[in-house]
């Protein structure tokens, strides 16, 4: 099976824009979950979406948005960048199994806020 | 509120040496543990997982078991190799939850 793939790797945007980032999860995988990393803060969660619901949340500010299509690909919106949002963006996506339920990561989206 | 202590890196060994990196957690109920692996400039890769008290998870000759008692899930290794160098995270899940709760990684740096 193919892994969880996330598109762009990187990027660069000015403060003030606003970006989109895509993230197609393995197949069969329902759940995508999205974290921003960064040197100061970790990793941290952003969002969980679970059949075109998000599911939960953390506590970022509203800028951060995101969205599930039906085939569960997933995309994060950001709105009016700041320089802080420069990080490592991850998205993993999950399945339950018997053994209960792991993420797996893609190779994540770096972006730079100049 | 549920949380995950690692302790601070960077670690440096020698090759072959024993590895230990500890991990403990604050939480309500049953979670599952994993480690996480990271590589420069990757993302996060599943190295192991419990899924509760007592299991054991393995993977590529690293090791930790679930103990509730002592909420830890320590790492361990018997001889690191200089691929091992990489970051390495705790985390604690609930399911159905979508969130993973991460410590702070522990930077191992292995010398040949």
């Known amino acids: 099976k193919a892994g969880v793939t996330q598109t762009p790797r990187y990027l660069i945007k000015t403060r003030g824009q606003q970006v989109t980032l895509s993230c197609s999860p393995i197949s069969g995988h329902r759940s995508v979950s999205w974290y921003q990393q960064t040197p100061g803060q970790g990793l941290q969660f952003l969002f969980e979406?679970?059949?075109?619901?998000?599911?939960n949340k953390g506590n970022f500010p509203g800028r951060f948005s995101g969205r599930q299509f039906s085939n569960s690909r997933s995309e994060m919106n950001v709105s009016t960048l700041e320089l802080g949002d420069s990080a490592l963006y991850l998205c993993a996506s999950s399945s339950k199994t018997d053994r209960g339920e792991t993420q797996y990561f893609g190779p994540g989206t770096r972006l730079l806020v100049l | 509120g549920n949380s995950v202590t690692q302790m601070e890196g960077p670690v440096t060994l020698s090759e072959e040496a024993f590895l230990t990196i500890n991990c403990t957690y604050t939480?309500?109920?049953?979670?599952?543990l994993f480690w996480y692996v990271q590589y420069p400039g990757e993302g996060l890769q599943l190295l192991l997982k419990?899924?509760?008290?007592?299991d054991k998870g393995s993977n590529k000759g690293f090791e930790a078991t679930y103990r509730k008692e002592t909420t830890s899930f320590h790492l361990e290794k018997g001889s690191v190799q200089v691929s091992d160098s990489a970051v390495y995270f705790c985390a604690l899940y609930y399911n159905q939850g979508g969130k993973l709760i991460f410590g702070q990684g522990t930077e191992l740096s292995v010398k040949p």
């Open positions: 419990a899924t509760k008290a007592d």
């Open positions: 939480a309500t109920g049953y979670p599952s």
């Open positions: 979406y679970f059949s075109e619901t998000q599911r």
